[in-house]
T-cell receptor, first 112, second 113 residues
């Protein structure tokens, strides 16, 4: 079945360092790849997304890259800050284009 | 101020009882979704609806039921047939068409006592 794998499950960095989270997806027909940030006790919030006709997208300290051939996409956070600490989820649109399939999440801890 | 509201925030269920989780949105979104979140499991799709009076099963629909009588509302019932209902439940909506950006509610934590 359709699947999204996410690594690592936990990531600890020092403030100011970069953080990279990687995902792979199984369905080559997927064409939309969002990233969500979830703080404790809250619902996830969309932070950036990318469509399959684009290889990279950047928004201030956050960037996402997509390699459609390898079916990989990654989230890059530069100059990390303590408030970046949260759980991050990647997702891919299912083949039918009706719902998102989520990875299992990465817990990012940024220490000052 | 538009958004998506889930209630209650915490819910306790006795074994053998059905409970209903509420999800209401005032974003005029066409599609609505229910996901279940367990530690280390990510978000798993329970049910979704792309239009009023129509809904489809997700990956883990057994033991759950939904209705979509109004565009704004998509309640989820956790039935006694769901053997392990303790989890964090998230409702989401999106505009529809080619706009796939979800807006999530703040979740309901269900505990079986």
């Amino acid at each position: 079945g359709e699947n999204v794998e996410q690594h690592p499950s936990t990531l600890s960095v020092q403030e100011g360092d970069s953080a990279v989270i990687k995902c792979t997806y199984s369905d080559s027909a997927s064409n939309y790849f969002p990233w969500y940030k979830q703080e404790l006790g809250k619902g996830p919030q969309l932070i950036i997304d990318i469509r399959s006709n684009v290889g990279e997208k950047k928004d201030q300290r956050i960037a996402v890259t997509l390699n459609k051939t390898a079916k990989h996409f990654s989230l890059h956070i530069t100059e990390t800050q303590p408030e970046d600490s949260a759980v991050y989820f990647c997702a891919a649109l299912n083949q039918a284009g009706t719902a998102l399939i989520f990875g299992k999440g990465t817990t990012l801890s940024v220490s000052s | 101020d538009g958004g998506i509201t889930q209630s209650p925030k915490y819910l306790f269920r006795k074994e053998g009882q059905n409970v209903t989780l509420s999800c209401e949105q005032n974003l005029n979104h066409d599609a609505m979704y229910w996901y279940r979140q367990d530690p280390g499991q990510g978000l798993r799709l329970i049910y979704y609806s792309q239009i009023v009076n129509d809904f489809q099963k997700g990956d883990i629909a057994e033991g759950y039921s939904v209705s979509r009588e109004k565009k704004e509302s998509f309640p989820l019932t956790v039935t006694s047939a769901q053997k392990n209902p303790t989890a964090f439940y998230l409702c989401a909506s999106r505009p529809g068409g080619l706009d796939y950006g979800y807006t999530f509610g703040s979740g309901t934590r269900l505990t079986v006592v």
